[in-house]
């Protein structure tokens, strides 16, 4: 049982286009995000969602929406997809009130927009 | 805001042999979460330690330590006995204790290679 599971593993999309990354965990987790790891390996938090809501937004582009429909679900929609936004990109989760306790992470979804 | 420093891109080893990442940080807090992170080739992250800030016993978890100097704001990782599936990207993190803002904060990274 994949504790946070995020599809597609792999995307490969025209410049221009929209796609959506999704996440979900089912550890009963309340806080869930998104990283981007760069060609660098550097690794960037982008969102962070507390029981649906956004309490982190890490001054990514507008062109990146998460959608939070519920509390084991985060998904990452990027409109008018460019080329520097080829990435891996994380999804996490973990225990709110928890702050000792370790993030849960997704295994990525390799983005390529050529 | 919170930095994370990792000065070693790359490190080897003898496998056996014992290794020492380096990791410094920068904060204002003075409660907060210390994390390493290792990402094999399959790109998952696993965490390998974490240290509270409060505890000045360092962490330890098998053949993985830290030596924890809150002062020097210093986070360094030994790997004792190194084996070939240690090597792996490793990241060094900061995660403050205050509600709201308890994302990773992540160094660049050190890239570990195991000399068989």
């Known amino acids: 049982d994949t504790a946070v599971s995020q599809t597609p593993k792999y995307l490969v999309t025209q410049m221009g286009n929209d796609k959506s990354i999704k996440c979900e965990q089912n550890l009963g987790h309340d806080t869930m995000y998104w990283y981007k790891q760069d060609s660098k390996k550097f690794l960037k938090i982008m969102f962070s969602?507390?029981?649906?809501?956004?309490?982190i937004n890490e001054t990514v582009p507008n062109r990146f929406s998460p959608k939070s429909p519920d509390k084991a679900h985060l998904n990452l929609h990027i409109n008018s997809l460019e080329l520097g936004d080829s990435a891996v990109y994380f999804c996490?989760?973990?225990?709110?009130?928890?702050?000792?306790?370790?993030?849960?992470f997704g295994s990525g979804t390799q983005l390529s927009v050529l | 805001a919170q930095t994370v420093t990792q000065s070693q891109p790359e490190m080897s080893v003898q496998e056996a042999e014992t290794v020492t990442l380096s990791c410094t940080y920068d904060?204002?807090?003075?409660?907060?979460?210390l994390f390493w992170y290792k990402q094999p080739p399959s790109r998952q992250m696993i965490l390998v330690i974490r240290?509270?800030?409060?505890?000045?016993q360092n962490a330890t978890e098998n053949r993985f330590s830290v030596n924890f100097q809150k002062a020097a704001k210093s986070f360094s990782l030994k790997i004792s006995d190194s084996q070939l599936g240690d090597a792996a990207m490793y990241f060094c993190?900061?995660?403050?204790?205050?509600?709201?803002?308890?994302?990773?904060?992540f160094g660049t990274g050190t890239r570990l290679t195991i000399i068989p």
């Open positions: 240290q509270e800030a409060y505890k000045q």
């Open positions: 969602y507390n029981n649906k809501e956004l309490i």
């Open positions: 904060t204002s807090e003075s409660d907060y979460y």
């Open positions: 996490a989760s973990r225990r709110a009130w928890a702050t000792n306790e370790k993030l849960f």
């Open positions: 993190a900061y995660r403050s204790a205050n509600f709201g803002n308890e994302k990773l904060t």
